[in-house]
């Protein structure tokens, strides 16, 4: 442009008329062009920015479609009735392996427990609360003393209760058995 502008300059001293004209009409298309350039060069790079927002879409598009596809196959493998199912029994067993623990704690409890050493250890205990001045007798004069019904009847029971696939009854039977030490032992 600067060097059709001199041209022009250079032409129009000379006195050159009809040669500045075509000089002056080539400056306006040139001018026309240069503005329709920097026109086409902003909606180019809007088309750029539009692309590359089309292809950020396009990428999350993509990772919705991958992440939708994964939760559809841990859906399908968390079917709520299944898990359900699997946690019931996982109680039920769980429940079972307790009972079962208890059981045979306690019946080691009752082959291990004699009157001696429980009569030692509460002589041992008054001893004890004596020496710091405390009346157990006074505060205890309603407990009951000795075993209440045979070992035999609750071993019977364990056994039973044992072989028995009803977790109802096993409760049932430890939760007797828990009372009836409960109350020997207060």
Do not use: C, W
Not at 22 to 47: D, F, P, V, W
Not at 100 to 115: K, Q, R, V
Not at 162 to 182: C, I, L, W, Y
Request: net charge positive; proline share 2%; aromatic share 2%.
């Amino acid at each position: 442009e600067k060097k059709l502008v001199a041209e022009i300059k250079r032409t129009a001293k000379t006195g050159n008329e009809a040669a500045t004209k075509i000089l002056a009409r080539q400056l306006i298309r040139l001018r026309q062009q240069i503005s329709n350039l920097q026109g086409s060069r902003a909606q180019i790079r809007g088309i750029a920015t539009h692309t590359q927002a089309m292809h950020a879409n396009t990428s999350v598009a993509t990772g919705l479609q991958s992440a939708s596809k994964a939760m559809g196959a841990l859906n399908k493998q968390m079917a709520p009735a299944k898990q359900t199912k699997i946690i019931q029994e996982f109680q039920k067993q769980s429940a079972q392996m307790d009972m079962t623990n208890e059981m045979m704690s306690d019946s080691i409890d009752d082959a291990l427990d004699d009157d001696q050493a429980e009569e030692e250890t509460e002589e041992l205990a008054n001893q004890v609360l004596d020496e710091i001045g405390v009346d157990i007798a006074s505060q205890l004069s309603s407990a009951p003393k000795g075993k209440i019904a045979g070992k035999k009847v609750q071993v019977d029971e364990r056994l039973s209760a044992a072989r028995s696939n009803d977790p109802n009854q096993r409760f049932t039977v430890q939760k007797n058995e828990r009372n009836a030490r409960k109350g020997l032992r207060l």
